[in-house]
């Protein structure tokens, strides 16, 4: 199982961009489908963007599309969420997971620490 270490949140103002990393580890010998999700305060976690394996399938939930892009580098076994334009809706705390079914964006179980992103107005 993938065992993602996010990092990259930070304090910005509403109208700038962040670079969020997710490095995995555990079984990176096998390329997994990933998911960028995120959880704001009193709210259910929830799926931002995807990417399939080979980074040549991406999706976004509407809240997001136009500012958000998900990317990989197999290589290094990381992928990236890009976010421009940042709104202080989009305070949450951001995770990622490898997708155990792409169609219904179903993470595996296991989840890290996640990566604080804070939007001020």
């Known amino acids: 199982q993938v065992q993602p270490v996010e990092s990259g949140g930070g304090l910005v103002q509403a109208g700038n961009s962040l670079r969020l990393s997710c490095a995995a580890s555990?079984?990176?010998?096998?390329?997994?489908?990933m998911g960028w999700f995120r959880q704001a305060p009193g709210k259910e976690r929830e799926v931002v963007a995807a990417i399939n394996w080979n980074g040549g399938i991406t999706w976004y939930a509407d809240a997001v599309k136009g500012r958000f892009t998900i990317s990989r580098d197999n290589a290094k076994n990381t992928v990236y969420l890009q976010i421009n334009s940042l709104k202080p809706e989009d305070t949450a705390v951001y995770y990622c997971?490898?997708?155990?079914?792409?169609?219904?964006?179903?993470?595996?179980?296991?989840w890290g620490q996640g990566t604080q992103v804070t939007v001020s107005s």
């Open positions: 555990g079984r990176t010998r096998t390329i997994y489908n």
């Open positions: 997971n490898a997708l155990s079914e792409w169609s219904a964006k179903k993470p595996y179980d296991y």
